[in-house]
T-cell receptor
Framework: GAVVSQHPSRVICKSGTSVKIECRSL??????MFWYRQFPKQSLMLMAT?????????EQGVEKDKFLINHASLTLSTLTVTSAHPEDSSFYIC?????????????FGPGTRLLVL | SQELEQSPQSLIVQEGKNLTINCTSS?????LYWYKQKYGEGLIFLMM?????EEKSHEKITAKLDEKKQQSSLHITASQPSHAGIYLC???????????FGKGTKLSVKP
């Protein structure tokens, strides 16, 4: 089946630094990718929808200046957490949308665990 | 082999009919999440189950977790076209807090 990778899988950074997370669709092109955030023991929350070649659509309450999303190609979307703070520590997961004719499937990456000290 | 098996892969039902989607884990679950995805949109959280034997309902959707905490079912009563979409179960095994997802069930409801 289709594969979506995320890099890095884990990252520890100091408060105030920026962290970039990559989401790649390895064997298909994805015009749309989604970024989710999951706090410990809580459900996934959709942060934003990333569309190739255009600006991301952010969910209510998500700061677009803090969580920068770039979908520069059909196989890569990046999420940059700018000036990270301990409250940004979380599990970030992306998914990529695959369209094949009239069929649509969404594949999830393995996630990135961010710890901000 | 997949830790989490979801079945069926796809389902087509007539409007008004009941249906059940199953999610089976090879390991004991810490928690089980059900999500729905409408075409072209992100995941919509439906319910989370944590206790063995737990059952939760929201409108016409009921989810159960068995006593052994290895199997969950999602039941939709009197299905409507608005129920159409992809249903995903996500397993929390309690180690890192991340979810392992099933492959999803694509539900179509014929008017």
């Amino acid at each position: 089946g289709a594969v979506v990778s995320q890099h890095p899988s884990r990252v520890i950074c100091k408060s105030g630094t920026s962290v970039k997370i990559e989401c790649r669709s390895l064997d298909f092109q994805a015009t749309t990718m989604f970024w989710y955030r999951q706090f410990p023991k809580q459900s996934l929350m959709l942060m934003a929808t990333s569309n190739e070649g255009s600006k991301a659509t952010y969910e209510q309450g998500v700061e677009k200046d803090k969580f920068l999303i770039n979908h520069a190609s059909l196989t890569l979307s990046t999420l940059t957490v700018t000036s990270a703070h301990p409250e940004d520590s979380s599990f970030y997961i992306c998914s990529a949308r695959l369209l094949a004719g009239y069929l649509e499937t969404q594949y999830f990456g393995p996630g990135t665990r961010l710890l901000v000290l | 082999s997949q830790e989490l098996e979801q079945s069926p892969q796809s389902l087509i039902v007539q409007e008004g009919k009941n249906l059940t989607i199953n999610c089976t884990s090879s390991k004991t679950l810490y928690g089980l999440y059900w999500y729905k995805q409408k075409y072209g949109e992100g995941l919509i959280f439906l319910m989370m189950l944590q206790k063995g034997g737990e059952e939760k309902s929201h409108e016409k959707i009921t989810a159960k977790l068995d006593e052994k905490k290895q199997q969950s079912s999602l039941h939709i009563t009197a299905s409507q076209p608005s129920h159409a979409g992809i249903y995903l179960c996500g397993a929390d095994y309690g180690s890192q807090g991340n979810l392992i997802f099933g492959k999803g069930t694509k539900l179509s409801v014929k008017p």
